[in-house]
């Protein structure tokens, strides 16, 4: 099986070609609960244990408490099916080119989305910049926060869905032309559909780039790299832009 590159010699479909299809996918769906529940949690607790309000400065505690809590879940489905991190693509070789290549993709879509797509459907009053900028609030604050949660956001979301999640599918179903697409668009209507709260501008804008793009950017690169540092700026272009133009 033809599973992402790795820098390990070692191949993960050795170490894991005598684990079961069924315990392939009880790990998947316990890996998928784990790190919904890190992801609420994440969010719930600045609240209830804190008493502060989910908006602004707080997002950065919601950032660091992501980075530190959805790995520990990843790592419960990792240790099920034997894999390793790296195995799943996340790993520091050639991070240089890879991370140059996610900050030209997120540039480009960037340009495309606040040039062209924002001001033809809506600008100001799409429903993505509307609930973004209440997030955000009026101060400087809540851009630092947002950002904060941009960058651990998506390591967060990448290592899930693009590591865990499609690396998962392709030892259930394949590497054939047909599965890839199909795990594709899974992974891409999961991930956009996910993004709910933005309202349909907000799914489709996310569905276009943070599930399609990415998903295709980590089947044709093999690593995670390219796809976090092009998820992470494509967070933070939007929270300056939302901040100072809107």
């Known amino acids: 099986m033809n599973l992402p590159s790795t820098t390990t010699d070692s191949s993960p479909v050795s170490k894991t070609s005598s684990v079961s299809k069924k315990r392939w996918m009880a790990a998947l769906l316990l890996c998928a609960i784990l790190w919904l529940a890190a992801t609420v949690a994440s969010q719930f607790l600045p609240q209830v244990l804190l008493n502060l309000p ?3 400065i707080t997002f950065a505690l919601v950032g660091v408490l992501q980075l530190l809590l959805a790995p520990v879940a990843i790592g419960v489905g990792l240790s099920i099916v034997r894999l390793q991190f790296r195995e799943i693509g996340l790993t520091t070789a050639e991070w240089q080119r890879e991370a140059l290549l996610g900050l030209a993709v997120a540039a480009v879509f ?14 100001a009053t ?46 259930l179903f394949g590497n054939t032309r047909l599965a890839l697409t199909a795990i594709t668009i899974l992974t891409t209507a999961l991930f956009a559909l996910g993004h709910g709260y933005q309202g349909w501008a907000g799914v489709i804008d996310t569905g276009i780039y943070g599930g399609l793009i990415l998903t295709l950017l980590f089947l044709w690169r093999g690593r995670l790299t390219a796809p976090i540092v092009a998820h992470a700026m494509w967070n933070t272009y939007p929270t300056l832009a939302r901040y100072f133009l809107y």
């Open 110 to 123: 960037a340009a495309l989305q606040f040039l062209i797509i924002i001001p033809n459907t809506g600008g």
């Open 54 to 56: 989910l908006v602004g």
């Open 126 to 171: 799409r429903s993505d910049i509307v609930a973004n900028s209440a997030q955000i609030g009026d101060s400087i604050g809540g851009v630092v926060g947002f950002l904060v949660l941009a960058w651990a956001g998506a390591f967060s979301e990448e290592l899930f869905f693009r590591g865990y999640f499609v690396t998962t599918l392709r030892h």
